[in-house]
Nanobody, 115 residues
Framework: QVQLVESGGGLVQPGGSLRLSCAAS????????MAWYRQAPGKQRELVAD???????NYGDSVKGRFTISRDNDKKMVYLQMNSLKPEDTAVYYC?????????WGKGTQVTVSS
C-alpha cells in the first residue's frame, strides 16, 4: 500500500518562499509519476506541477517561473519549491503518486499566503 505524507506548509507573507516535501512509502517510487495539486476553498483541485519517472516536468500556468518540482528517487521524496508566493497560492497542497489512472493521494498540507 502506498502512503504519502506531505510537510512544509505554513503561513508566509506575499513574496516569500516555502518548500513542500512529500515522503512516499510502498510502491515502486522510481517508476511512477509524481505530482502536486492544490485546492483552495470553494474551488476545484488543480494541477500545480508534475514530474515523470524520467524527471520531465510540467507546470500549471499560474505557477510557471515561480515553482519548481523535483524528486529524489533514493529517498522516495518529491519536493515543491515555491517562490514569489501570492495570496492566490493559498490552498491545501496535495501530493499524488501513480500512473495510468491508478493514483494515491496524501492528506495535504496547508499553505497560507497573507500579510
Amino acid at each position: 500500500q502506498v502512503q504519502l505524507v506531505e510537510s512544509g506548509g505554513g503561513l508566509v507573507q506575499p513574496g516569500g518562499s516555502l518548500r513542500l516535501s512529500c515522503a512516499a512509502s510502498g510502491g515502486l517510487f522510481s517508476a511512477n509519476n509524481m505530482a502536486w495539486y492544490r485546492q483552495a476553498p470553494g474551488k476545484q483541485r488543480e494541477l500545480v506541477a508534475d514530474i515523470s519517472s524520467r524527471s520531465n516536468t510540467n507546470y500549471g500556468d499560474s505557477v510557471k517561473g515561480r515553482f519548481t518540482i523535483s524528486r529524489d528517487n533514493d529517498k522516495k521524496m518529491v519536493y515543491l519549491q515555491m517562490n514569489s508566493l501570492k495570496p492566490e497560492d493559498t490552498a491545501v497542497y496535495y501530493c499524488r503518486f501513480g500512473n495510468y489512472g491508478i493514483y494515491y493521494w496524501g492528506k495535504g498540507t496547508q499553505v497560507t499566503v497573507s500579510s
